[in-house]
């Protein structure tokens, strides 16, 4: 409760060794976002999205300040590409942080994960938990990355701004699959490259042929300029910037907020249950020695995974027609 | 045991409608999985990773008609980023096929999946399974994306390679953290295009960085050039096979093949724990109604997700020493 209150009242030090512990997979942060979550659901969470090398933390930045402007509050994960083994992010929060270091209305933390069975996803979603707890009224979500992982925001924000570049060839063609549907906003950064023109014209078609959204919202396509032509690019990151607000009021004044805080609360209801269902199990197997036994078995194709994997069921699980 | 049969005949169409239905999580599959496991681990598969639009299907491509000049059958794998609401490739089996629709000695079969609980993982590691039961002794896996997605890769194959492309920018910073140490081999494809020796010279001075795998393989950087120069791209193709076998021999002779078969055993041991524990649940929680109750809950701010997960594993679990 002491960590909760110390994080409503936006101290920064508790957020941040928080964050760290979810990074972690610290049992004992749990409890904390438990103590955290009826503080939840108050700020407007913006995913921000694209391949690598797109500009979008350059945008970020951008929008930090427009916010800061208007006299928001702004919190920022930058949701960074992971290592299996050595893990951390390469892109540290130092970086980023210096140029918003002085200032209170600003939090920014990177993210990553590792570890056997994933679950970034559910440190994404219990980190823009304490973010929200801690008052800040707008968290924008940086991700990295075109598929699945690109994709997930969605489960997260209830805004989707998507950025692409210029001149990245067959791109669009491969990453459209996901992406389509889930953009409320196509941002065509650095927009005074060649090949501009035609990206509008892409995106634009491929809107058409996609089944219109029931909520009524037209993903819009903006375009920002390249960062070192200043006005240009302020220019830019204001029509974004009030289109991402004007998206915000969309959803509030056309009951389709419910909707998103609908899908938010059945994603991190699934991975409430892997934490503290599967992970529980693996762990026993671990410490009895068990897994090994069985990855043996595997590896001297002894038995098939499956098979060995429903006689833990069989082993763990509770009969009862709940379990079918 | 029948479809089991057919799928080691190499009989395409019971492999391809095996695919289809693990993709769809279908029940049913898992058991001819199970009768397949035994005549598995015996191609070498390989994954080919790497940014949107950086020049994959190509190389794979170059990859296959080289490998069928040589006498080997290949498998292939196209996993491609899949849309949460309409599910399904846009780079449909159709177009990938064309080329070598006539040869019975290649298979290629995108895979795409959908679903609440993720599992794309699982399904590749099962459409492997099913490539190489049916006797190919190549099995080459394309996958889109960076970060947790594209790292994953290293779950499932013996060689990986990572596919670049000049004058990206900022790329090789965002997404080093991940891919540099799963890399067994870069290529630096399209490399006609400016920036290539500064890409090299990137990828060189953060291996250097990065601890030396202990395996003693040193990561080759090679280059392919743009396939319209039909002699310079085969040549390209040609260095890159051979390193591609080459790196397969140097598992095989300096016992460290044994960790690759490991990692993937404990990967697939904890995919199909998930399959036999948590989706049965799941379902359970959906048929009972109890999900939609829940959701309710968490949207009312009610209960948190992690209260209500730790009741439902309360009533699902066999109280057990080896369940902590």
């Given amino acids: 409760m002491e960590k909760a209150k110390k ?3 936006g101290d920064v030090r508790t957020a941040s060794r928080l964050i760290r512990n979810i990074e972690d997979n610290i049992p004992e942060a749990r409890s904390t976002i438990k103590d955290l979550f009826h503080d939840t659901g108050k700020a407007h969470v913006v995913g921000i999205t694209g391949s690598p090398g797109a500009g979008k933390s350059t945008l970020v930045d951008g929008i930090i300040d427009w916010c ?18 050595s893990g951390g992010a390469i892109l540290g929060d130092r970086i980023r942080m210096q140029r918003h270091a002085d200032d209170p209305g600003v939090f920014v933390r990177s993210l990553a994960t590792r570890g056997f069975l994933g679950g970034l996803s559910k440190a994404v979603g219990d980190a823009i938990h304490i973010l929200d707890a801690m008052g800040k009224e707008v968290i924008l979500v940086e991700t990295v990355g075109a598929g699945q992982q690109e994709v997930e925001i969605i489960n997260h924000a209830h805004t989707v701004v998507v950025v692409l570049v210029p001149g990245m060839g067959d791109e669009i063609q491969v990453i459209k699959a996901g992406i389509m549907e889930i953009a409320d906003i196509f941002v065509i950064n650095k927009s005074d490259r060649e090949g501009t023109r035609k990206l509008q014209r892409e ?40 289109k991402i607000e004007a998206h915000y009021q969309h959803l509030v004044c056309n009951d389709r907020m419910e909707d998103r805080i609908r899908r938010k609360a059945m994603h991190e ?9 599967l992970e529980p199990i ?13 990855i043996g078995k595997v590896i001297r194709k002894e038995a098939d995974p499956y098979t060995l994997a429903e006689e833990v069921a069989g082993r763990c699980l509770q009969k009862g027609a709940a379990l079918k």
Avoid at 227 to 235: C, I
Avoid at 269 to 277: P, T
Avoid at 282 to 294: E, I, P, R
């Fill in 7 to 9: 994080i409503r009242e």
């Fill in 68 to 85: 800061r402007r208007k006299g928001k509050t702004v919190g920022v994960l930058a949701v960074d590409p992971t290592s299996p083994f």
């Fill in 203 to 242: 995106i634009l078609s491929m809107l058409e042929m996609s089944p219109s959204s029931a909520g009524g919202w037209k993903p819009s396509i903006l375009t920002v300029g390249n960062a070192f032509d200043r006005a240009v690019f302020e220019a830019g990151i204001e029509v974004l910037s009030t």
């Fill in 269 to 277: 209801l699934s991975e409430a249950l892997r934490a503290c269902i």
């Fill in 282 to 294: 693996l762990n026993g197997l671990v410490t009895a020695g068990d897994l090994n036994w069985m």
